[in-house]
């Protein structure tokens, strides 16, 4: 599945998929912004833009227009992407080729998505006060609620604390305080700001020609010039590893380690480094799992991660406070163990199929590739899903312990279960 890529403006850039496989296509319009010290605002623009259009002014509206579009579904988002978040719109319809001639759904699909964001409902010139007196209340609940999830939360806390002083250490939600005080005039501006200079990347996956879908997403083109992408930069080296502790009134704990890698996406070597990973903590059959959780009972759970962005490796597990030193020294252990040689050909293989099998899973899935490619546009990246896995179905052993070499640890943080 090649991609067809197309510059329609000054950074405004369109990714097509042409696939004939999927009933649905998938569209999507995304704003490239730097994080701030305060995400606020960029959160809560597309949630009260999903609100109404100027021709459509509220949800009923737009829900009446979306049934005549054969119910076609809009979702507002928000990603974090390295040093940059995208904020923006992803919408799935009908596949063009399923419906009489003469429909045009992705023309209207993708003239809705302009409308959201250049033509919204507004009231004396500015965004709708209402709108977002209620989307900041639901912005900032959703933040409070961060801490209900204590594994993702944990996670987040290792990566605010490991990448701190960093943009991608900050939360890209903004804050809670914030998105209860924000203004029509403060929100207009950032709206107006946003769509006048910052970078759009749009995504189309369906059966149109690449062509005839450039030309649906044509209004995003009229504009001049734009901002450059956010540099997105490789956490830097620390001279020794950090530990942090927090409490929390839980009954399980949960420990994060933090490592760099010294690569990224942009290194030859990374296809080897994400086998690396799903051998050493990425499925049931890894390292993590085989002996942190099974055999020695140290953990709920133990699995790893990648930011292809940041050069880092996130180890996430479940413990009992008692289990602290033992969980994070085996972890350790097994890590050292792995990068000293110990990786044998039939874990290699184990792991290699179940990397290809994920990535392959992508493929049958429109939003699961809009959400890849998008992420590979904004990171700069430019290989696609059959090249990165036709580099990992050749890698070697060596290739793995080659790219294991550089990963050494960055940050501990542990939340611990307190009593309530």
Not at 132 to 161: H, P, V, W
Not at 303 to 326: C, Q, T, Y
Request: aromatic residues 8%.
């Amino acid at each position: 599945m090649k991609q067809v890529r197309f510059q329609l403006a000054e950074g405004v850039h369109l990714t097509c998929l042409p696939a004939e496989q999927y009933k649905t296509a998938v569209l999507s319009a995304g704003f490239v912004l730097p994080l701030t010290e305060d995400n606020t605002h960029a959160a809560l623009l597309p949630q009260v833009l999903h609100r109404g259009t100027a021709d459509h002014p509220d949800l009923n509206a737009l829900g009446q227009m979306l049934d005549n579009l054969y119910g076609a579904r809009i979702y507002p988002y928000v990603r974090k992407t390295g040093d940059a978040v995208v904020i923006g719109t992803i919408a799935d319809v009908i596949d063009e080729a399923y419906v009489p001639q003469g429909e045009a759904l992705t023309a209207r699909l993708a003239s809705l998505l302009y409308r959201i964001w250049h033509a919204p409902y507004l009231q004396n010139n500015l965004l709708s006060a209402d709108y977002i007196a209620a989307e900041g209340a639901f912005l900032a609940d959703k933040i409070a609620a961060q801490k209900n999830d204590t594994q993702t939360y944990s996670m987040r806390r290792m990566q605010e604390c490991m990448c701190k002083g960093e943009p991608y250490g900050q939360n890209e939600y903004g804050s809670a305080q914030t998105a209860r005080t924000v203004s029509p005039a403060a929100l207009s501006q950032f709206w107006q700001d946003t769509i006048s200079a910052a970078p759009i990347e749009l995504f189309y996956c369906g059966s149109m020609d690449p062509n005839d879908a450039a030309a649906c997403f044509a209004p995003f083109a009229a504009r001049q010039s734009a901002h450059p992408l956010p540099r997105i930069l490789p956490h830097p080296a620390q001279d020794t590893a950090h530990t942090v502790v927090e409490e929390m009134a839980v009954t399980q704990g949960k420990l994060s380690l933090g490592f760099r890698t010294g690569l990224t996406g942009h290194d030859a070597a990374y296809p080897a480094l994400m086998l690396f990973s799903m051998a050493f903590g990425g499925y049931t059959g890894s390292r993590l799992f085989r002996h942190v959780r099974e055999r020695l009972s140290l953990c709920y759970y133990a699995s790893s991660g990648l930011d292809k962005h940041k050069g880092i490796m996130v180890v996430s597990s479940g413990i009992e406070n008692r289990s602290f030193d033992a969980a994070k020294d085996e972890i350790l252990h097994q890590l050292a163990d792995l990068q000293a040689g110990s990786l044998t050909e039939d874990e290699l293989e184990a792991a290699r199929r179940t990397l290809l099998n994920q990535l392959r899973t992508m493929q049958d899935n429109p939003a699961s590739l809009e959400r890849f490619f998008q992420g590979q546009a904004v990171g700069g990246l430019t290989y696609d899903l059959d090249t990165l896995m036709a580099r990992v179905a050749g890698l070697t052993r060596k290739d793995v312990l080659a790219a294991a070499q550089g990963i050494t640890l960055d940050t501990v943080y542990f939340l611990k279960g307190v009593a309530v």
